[in-house]
């Protein structure tokens, strides 16, 4: 980009970024400008670049892997230590229906139409709930896995404008959330790209523990020790 369009593309999200920390929480429209906001070329291309190194995740780029058609109800009745069950007593519980992703004509908008379809799978496989904090701490997780990606950042700056400005008593347990969800993102395994629809009978601790996720906050305080040592 030129200076001119430099700047008029940092004026635009910063007027999207601006609109989203005004909208309530859950706004949806407000959550895709912003996302269209900060999709650049330039930081979706380190995305990509960073992406292809993991062969499942350049593999599903190439192939344009979708999750298919999703039975939640056929699902619910698999045991419930499955990661099946637990994805579908998500999204039951929060009155969700799996997206319907339309086909993507280049690798660009296939990442964004992935993360987009794999959202709520992630929320269920880093234990992350629908509050405000497992959002906070599955989009820190996000942004560990996905340095380029800049929409994850701008989502947590909104979050922690948002807290300073109506919701300062709930500063720790939103730090928590967010320090929670980016040790987990940096020690997982790669997740983008992952067939998950191969794996719904797993056991969802067994799934974890593959992917080298841990959900529990003692082992991750441990983790920030080492990490800091």
């Given at each position: 980009?030129?200076?001119?369009?430099?700047?008029?593309?940092?004026?635009?999200?910063?007027?999207?970024?601006?609109?989203?920390?005004?909208?309530?929480?859950?706004?949806?429209?407000?959550?895709?400008n912003?996302?269209?906001?900060?999709?650049?070329a330039e930081?979706?291309?380190?995305?990509?670049?960073?992406?292809?190194?993991?062969?499942?995740?350049?593999?599903?780029?190439?192939?344009?892997?979708?999750?298919?058609?999703?039975?939640?109800?056929?699902?619910y009745?698999?045991?419930?230590?499955?990661?099946?069950?637990?994805?579908?007593?998500?999204?039951l519980?929060n009155?969700?229906?799996?997206?319907?992703?339309?086909?993507?004509?280049?690798?660009y908008?296939?990442?964004?139409?992935?993360m987009?379809?794999?959202?709520?799978?992630?929320h269920?496989?880093?234990?992350s709930?629908?509050?405000?904090?497992?959002?906070?701490?599955?989009?820190?997780?996000?942004?560990?896995?996905?340095?380029?990606?800049?929409?994850?950042?701008?989502?947590?700056?909104?979050?922690?404008?948002?807290?300073?400005?109506?919701?300062?008593?709930?500063?720790?347990?939103?730090?928590?959330?967010?320090?929670?969800?980016?040790?987990?993102?940096?020690?997982?395994?790669?997740?983008?790209?992952?067939?998950?629809?191969?794996?719904?009978?797993?056991?969802?601790?067994?799934?974890?523990?593959?992917?080298?996720?841990?959900?529990?906050?003692?082992?991750?305080?441990?983790?920030?020790?080492?990490?800091?040592?």
């Amino acid at each position: 980009m030129d200076n001119y369009e430099s700047q008029q593309w940092e004026n635009q999200l910063l007027e999207r970024f601006m609109e989203i920390v005004k909208a309530p929480y859950g706004d949806f429209a407000a959550i895709g400008n912003l996302s269209r906001a900060t999709s650049d070329a330039e930081s979706f291309k380190q995305l990509l670049e960073s992406l292809s190194r993991y062969p499942q995740a350049k593999s599903a780029i190439q192939e344009r892997f979708q999750l298919g058609n999703i039975d939640l109800l056929q699902l619910y009745r698999l045991p419930s230590d499955t990661f099946g069950y637990a994805y579908a007593a998500h999204m039951l519980d929060n009155g969700l229906k799996p997206l319907q992703i339309p086909s993507a004509e280049d690798d660009y908008t296939y990442l964004g139409l992935h993360m987009t379809e794999i959202h709520d799978i992630w929320h269920v496989v880093t234990g992350s709930d629908t509050s405000m904090e497992g959002e906070i701490q599955l989009h820190a997780f996000t942004a560990a896995q996905l340095h380029f990606a800049r929409f994850y950042w701008a989502m947590i700056a909104k979050n922690l404008l948002k807290t300073a400005i109506d919701a300062i008593e709930q500063a720790d347990r939103r730090m928590d959330a967010l320090t929670r969800g980016w040790m987990m993102g940096k020690q997982a395994h790669p997740l983008f790209g992952i067939r998950w629809n191969t794996l719904w009978e797993m056991p969802l601790e067994q799934l974890r523990t593959e992917l080298n996720i841990s959900t529990s906050s003692e082992k991750t305080v441990l983790a920030m020790g080492h990490f800091g040592s």
